[in-house]
């Protein structure tokens, strides 16, 4: 009788141990696989963002170039034409 009792309560501690143990490390792969995926769209976002501000600033570079480009050339067509006037 003693002996059944040790061996039933043996195995019933077992048991609880090993569920214990399987809910923890589905619990911590759960909370692994959470982060991971957080992590994930942190950096999209991030790299997104920097796609936009690389967008914008080559749009605004592209402006001031354009700019300049007609800004010379109506200078020159103004020095030309002084130039022409003069002679």
Not at 33 to 52: P, T
Request: hydrophobic share 85%; proline share 0%.
């Amino acid at each position: 009788v003693v002996v059944v009792v040790v061996v039933v309560v043996v195995v019933v501690v077992v048991v609880v141990v090993v569920v214990v143990v399987v809910v923890v490390v589905v619990v911590m792969v759960v909370v692994v696989v959470v982060v991971v995926i957080v992590v994930v769209i942190v950096v999209v976002i991030v790299l997104v963002l920097v796609m936009v501000v690389a967008l914008v600033f080559l749009i605004v570079l592209v402006a001031v170039e354009m700019a300049v480009v007609m800004f010379t050339v109506i200078f020159l067509s103004f020095v030309q034409r002084t130039t022409k006037n003069k002679s």
